[in-house]
């Protein structure tokens, strides 16, 4: 009763029964398949154990090969999504996107190796190779530049734009940095603003602190509760 399928490939689309709307090429592509629609797996055991869900995209050697339920997930590379069970409205492109992620939600990924280790965090946004590759399960950051919250795992409701930006940064959470290397040295201090290239950049546990201007608040490393305006303001202050 399947309308509208199309299987490329050695066991592509293989049980599928009553679903229709997809689009299977390379081998094992969709083949665990029963009613899952509009689904389309393009690369050898992509979307391999896809059963029920709908909508999902995947094009790369492997990409969101464990998906079972999860629907409308976008996957472009190798490896993409690989681990991914049920996670819904994801969105990765580049090799190793999202590759850890199992049932987090509402992520976009987008550099190879971003958001790597992503399991359980939701509402993440890392554009960048390295972005946010650390991260396990923090939520709602945002990271844009290469390398950018490189070590983030549980600090949630950051935003860093800038290579390095909030590059050591673990735990620390509600720090906004923009610039490259902005906060870059900062680990678990939260509250801190950084706009400018090398701002704030050797904070490592001040919080707090609002630093506006190339190098401004530059060698700050744990004092808090400091405001800096101008290019190299308070840059001498620790």
């Keep these: 009763t399947a309308n509208h399928n199309t299987a490329v490939g050695v066991s592509a689309l293989k049980v599928n029964t009553t679903a229709s709307g997809n689009t299977a090429v390379g081998k094992s592509s969709l083949t665990a398949n029963t009613t899952g629609a509009s689904n389309t797996a393009v690369g050898k055991e992509s979307l391999l154990a896809n059963t029920t869900a709908n909508d999902n995209t995947a094009l790369g050697f492997r990409a969101m090969c464990?998906?079972?339920t999860g629907c409308q997930n976008a996957a472009v590379g190798t490896n993409v999504m690989r681990q991914n069970t049920t996670g819904d409205l994801n969105v990765a492109i580049g090799y190793r996107a999202l590759d850890a992620n199992t049932t987090a939600d509402n992520n976009t990924a987008v550099g190879a190796d971003s958001l790597l280790s992503?399991?359980?965090?939701?509402?993440n946004t890392a554009v960048g190779s390295g972005a946010?590759?650390?991260?396990?399960?923090?939520?709602?950051?945002t990271s844009i530049g290469h390398g950018s919250m490189?070590?983030?795992?549980?600090?949630?409701?950051?935003?860093?734009?800038?290579?390095n930006a909030l590059g050591s940064n673990t735990t620390g959470s509600s720090n906004v940095a923009v610039g490259r290397g902005a906060l870059v040295?900062?680990?678990?201090?939260?509250?801190n603003t950084g706009l400018g290239m090398n701002s704030l950049t050797a904070n490592t546990t001040?919080?707090?602190?609002?630093g506006v201007g190339w190098q401004a608040l530059t060698s700050n490393t744990t004092a808090s509760n400091n405001t800096a305006v101008g290019t190299l303001a308070l840059s001498a202050n620790t």
């Design 150 to 163: 490189g070590d983030n795992t549980t600090g949630a409701n950051n935003i860093a734009v800038g290579r």
């Design 132 to 141: 946010l590759d650390s991260n396990t399960t923090a939520g709602c950051n």
């Design 118 to 123: 992503n399991t359980t965090g939701t509402e």
């Design 206 to 210: 001040g919080a707090n602190n609002v």
């Design 66 to 68: 464990k998906t079972t």
């Design 185 to 191: 040295l900062n680990t678990t201090a939260t509250g």
